[in-house]
């Protein structure tokens, strides 16, 4: 006993075999004890949780992957870890992470630099069906171009990133035998505004001002009326921080500001569920603040709205918007036009698009992506169903 | 698994050594050759089996051998089974498929394809294994008894999936004895750490680079964007193999052993002859004992001498992965050696400079047929490092990589080494420190890990 004593004792000559050993076991062990986190708040995702273990499982090798991804991502104080990596990286002249380059003035891009060519011929075609199924609908189509492709000042010195306007012209150029339907050119319409706020500077989406200027843009191409959004009333929400900054994790990252509008509607319907109100107010409290308009990304919303600017007497109005969340700020605009508006969103969709054409006699169809949603939704398919 | 995560370091780890050092001396072996089998079926369950089968033939075999002395042809027959099972190993699971691909290109055949996945580390156990068979055949050891001793000197985890190649005759004398203090214990610690930092902080890093200049398309790239990018991944495959290597050491330490070094700072050399005895020095010496000099050597005829060079360096090119690229890579190094050999060694050491630009040159040059195993590739970027294309886009990539692009410099030279040295002499704080914030700092990039590829996996 005696002799395990001296044993002992002797180690403090050995000051890094002491650090080291203290440091790998203290961490294990508080780790083990201490509780798993659901919801990263920083990343803004799911957490993997505790792995069932089965030994068809292992032999599968399906158990140790997850097992892994657990470990890490419950592993003791991960956010500092992260902060650190990040700062680290900053010293190291870094301006970029995870595929998020660190522009001028605040503001994070995309830095997409090869697509996926594949899905975005399929994209493609699946659009050229829809238009072909329904040769009688007045279709209006819109690629939204992503911040990188209009805020290109931004971008440091020397980067290319993928161009953008190149892909939206061939895009369109598929389209433009077919008389139905007419494209946006929102590109432009977002390069004359390129000094204003347009895009979030640590989220992928446009500003519901970006969303402003495309919808003044969709109204003309329909000859309606739009609303002036001096009119509205306007409120701010801050400390706003996106899915950028969720894959960036930059420590010195700059709030936004989301601003929304007070909207008046009827109800609005998503699935069975009746809302009365088009925005998801507790969501403005939490991280992911962009999921406030129109409670996100759902299958069908319908929104009936009070009373529209172009109102018709013998017959409502309504329009099918087909989307990615870009669209979820820009649906609000709309209540301002039609009776009655519906929000498809493909990623969710449970419900047969030919169904909802069919059934409803819509005066104006707008299908909008974003272009960097445009070229992966592996989704658009389902447009022709 | 795989050293630089965040399981290993804060689940295997502490639990291994843990009850490594706390059970008695006689239960030490058995403990290893547990973990080290738990390491292996971690990722890959499968392959346990060929694990063990590896452990029983070549352990039946050399007691075969060691037995039946008197039996000439005897022994002769033991030993080309176990070389012909472990080769055969080695063909079949990472060799075959690239046969058959060429096979039907050749005589327009069709046959199927087994895509295997190749088992973790098969290139360097079957290596391992096999020189243990060769060396009892040849007396220089007595063959293992023990099962469980040579259980654990194959399945070794800290050398078992990259190296370095351990010899048993390196280790067979701490096989049974070996003594573990506490400052063989902090050396091990510390090399590993020194090992962590090189694999998670500089080559993942810079590794990066390389990757994106890749994504990018070697056609839409400027030339000096072309040169960074093969500089990148220059570095990526040193401190990403070497820091393998030391973490394997550094874990050998703590474990008792001691595992010959890998790596003496290669990209300071003058020749390719200096590069190869300072790079990935358990294989050059392991083809030496095992092929070269078996083959004759250099006491033999010139004519044979060239062609030993050529046969070794075509097979430790075709060692590294079932494909032409690393074929071309082993006959260029063959070439430089033969050249240098002829004559123009003597010129390398007469002019300095000249020597080091040389050799990185070339070193670099030879990593663009390394890492393409794509031959249109490897053209398409010869050409562009060397037909001049302008352009910016190299601007962001150096401002970006510039530092660690320097550090990674540095720490190719032995400089800062030295100086540690010497430092530690009379400031013993300075060493803990820049230890424990490399620790640090790689755990911080572990957790928050995009990028952590394993060179390795296809060796």
């Given at each position: 006993m005696k002799n395990y004593f001296n044993k002992i004792k002797k180690l403090k000559n050995y000051p890094l075999l002491l650090l080291f050993f203290t440091f790998i076991l203290s961490f294990t062990i508080i780790d083990i004890i201490s509780p798993d986190k659901e919801f990263s708040d920083l990343e803004n995702k799911f957490l993997q949780m505790t792995p069932e273990f089965s030994y068809d499982k292992f032999v599968k090798n399906e158990y140790v992957p997850k097992y892994e991804r657990y470990i890490n991502e419950q592993f003791l104080f991960r956010n500092k870890w992260i902060n650190l990596k990040s700062r680290s990286e900053f010293y190291l002249g870094k301006t970029e992470n995870n595929g998020i380059?660190?522009?001028?003035?605040?503001?994070?891009?995309?830095?997409?630099?090869?697509?996926?060519?594949?899905?975005?011929?399929?994209?493609?075609?699946?659009?050229?069906?829809?238009?072909?199924?329904?040769?009688?609908?007045?279709?209006?189509?819109?690629?939204?171009?992503?911040?990188?492709?209009?805020?290109?000042?931004?971008?440091?010195?020397?980067?290319?990133?993928?161009?953008?306007?190149?892909?939206?012209?061939?895009?369109?150029?598929?389209?433009?035998?077919?008389?139905?339907?007419?494209?946006?050119?929102?590109?432009?319409?977002?390069?004359?505004?390129?000094?204003?706020?347009?895009?979030?500077?640590?989220?992928?989406?446009?500003?519901?001002?970006?969303?402003?200027?495309?919808?003044?843009?969709?109204?003309?191409?329909?000859?309606?009326?739009?609303?002036?959004?001096?009119?509205l009333k306007t409120n701010e929400v801050e400390f706003f921080l996106g899915t950028y900054y969720s894959k960036a994790k930059k420590f010195n990252a700059q709030f936004d500001d989301i601003t929304y509008y007070d909207v008046e509607i009827a109800n609005m319907l998503i699935g069975d569920k009746e809302y009365k109100d088009i925005y998801d107010y507790e969501k403005f409290n939490v991280r992911d603040k962009y999921a406030a308009f129109i409670y996100g990304n759902n299958d069908l919303t319908v929104i009936k709205n009070k009373g529209s600017l172009n109102k018709s007497e013998d017959k409502k109005t309504k329009v099918l918007i087909i989307k990615d969340s870009f669209g979820n700020s820009f649906v609000p605009y709309l209540t301002y036009n039609y009776d009655e508006v519906y929000v498809l969103d493909l990623r969710s969709n449970s419900k047969k698009v030919s169904e909802i054409m069919e059934t409803c006699d819509f005066d104006d169809v707008l299908i909008m992506y974003s272009v960097n949603n445009f070229i992966d939704d592996v989704n658009l398919i389902r447009a022709t169903y | 698994m795989v050293f630089s995560s965040i399981v290993f370091l804060f689940r295997f780890l502490p639990i291994v050594l843990l009850i490594y050092y706390l059970i008695p001396n006689k239960c030490k072996n058995l403990s290893l050759l547990f973990f080290s089998l738990l390491f292996y079926s971690w990722g890959e369950p499968k392959y346990f089996f060929i694990m063990i089968a590896s452990i029983c033939v070549d352990y039946t075999l050399s007691l075969i051998i060691d037995n039946n002395r008197d039996k000439k042809l005897l022994c002769k027959v033991a030993l080309l089974l176990s070389i012909m099972f472990n080769l055969g190993m080695l063909l079949f699971f990472k060799y075959y498929d690239f046969f058959i691909v060429n096979i039907n290109k050749v005589f327009g055949l069709n046959i199927s394809l087994l895509r295997l996945i190749l088992p973790l580390g098969i290139s360097f156990y079957t290596f391992q294994t096999m020189s243990y068979t060769i060396d009892v055949y040849r007396g220089k050891v007595k063959a293992e008894r023990n099962i469980i001793n040579f259980g654990t000197f194959v399945t070794m985890f800290p050398q078992l999936i990259a190296g370095p190649i351990v010899k048993y005759t390196d280790i067979n004398v701490e096989l049974k004895e070996r003594k573990i203090n506490y400052s063989q214990i902090q050396d091990g610690a510390e090399t590993f750490i020194l090992g962590l930092g090189r694999k998670v902080l500089i080559a993942n890093n810079v590794g990066m680079l390389w990757d994106e200049v890749q994504t990018l398309g070697f056609s839409n790239i400027s030339t000096p964007l072309a040169w960074l990018g093969v500089l990148a991944f220059t570095f990526q495959i040193y401190f990403d193999f070497s820091g393998y290597s030391l973490m394997a050491i550094g874990l050998g330490k703590m474990l008792g052993f001691n595992f010959p070094q890998n790596f003496n700072y290669p990209y300071i050399s003058r020749s390719a002859t200096e590069f190869w005895r300072r790079w990935h020095m358990t294989l050059g010496s392991w083809f030496r004992e095992y092929v070269y000099i078996p083959l004759g050597g250099n006491r033999v005829g010139p004519f044979r001498k060239y062609f030993n060079i050529v046969l070794i360096w075509f097979l430790t090119g075709f060692w590294h992965g079932a494909n032409f690229n690393f074929m071309l890579w082993g006959l260029m190094f063959a070439v430089l050696l033969i050249v240098e050999k002829r004559g123009f060694n003597k010129f390398l050491d007469k002019y300095r400079v000249f020597s080091h630009i040389y050799l990185i040159l070339m070193v670099m040059l030879s990593w663009v047929l390394f890492s393409l195993t794509d031959l249109g590739q490897v053209a398409q970027l010869y050409k562009k490092m060397f037909i001049f294309t302008g352009g910016l886009d190299f601007i962001y990539y150096i401002r970006n990589y510039f530092v660690i692009l320097v550090i990674a410099g540095i720490l190719s030279t032995p400089v800062l080494k030295n100086i540690f040295n010497k430092v530690s002499k009379d400031a013993n704080w300075i060493r803990i420190s820049v230890t424990a914030i490399i620790l640090i700092l790689s755990v911080a990039y572990l957790v928050d890990a995009t990028y952590n590829p394993f060179l390795y996996f296809r060796f």
């Open positions: 380059v660190y522009g001028k003035d605040g503001y994070l891009l995309d830095k997409t630099q090869n697509i996926n060519e594949k899905q975005l011929k399929r994209n493609i075609e699946s659009i050229k069906k829809f238009i072909e199924m329904y040769s009688d609908a007045n279709i209006k189509f819109a690629l939204i171009p992503n911040s990188y492709e209009v805020l290109k000042e931004k971008l440091p010195l020397g980067l290319k990133l993928y161009n953008q306007a190149g892909l939206i012209e061939n895009v369109y150029n598929e389209y433009s035998t077919y008389d139905n339907v007419t494209t946006l050119d929102f590109l432009s319409l977002m390069n004359e505004h390129e000094n204003e706020y347009i895009y979030y500077k640590t989220d992928h989406h446009w500003t519901t001002l970006g969303a402003y200027y495309a919808y003044i843009d969709f109204m003309k191409s329909v000859d309606k009326q739009y609303v002036d959004v001096d009119d | -």
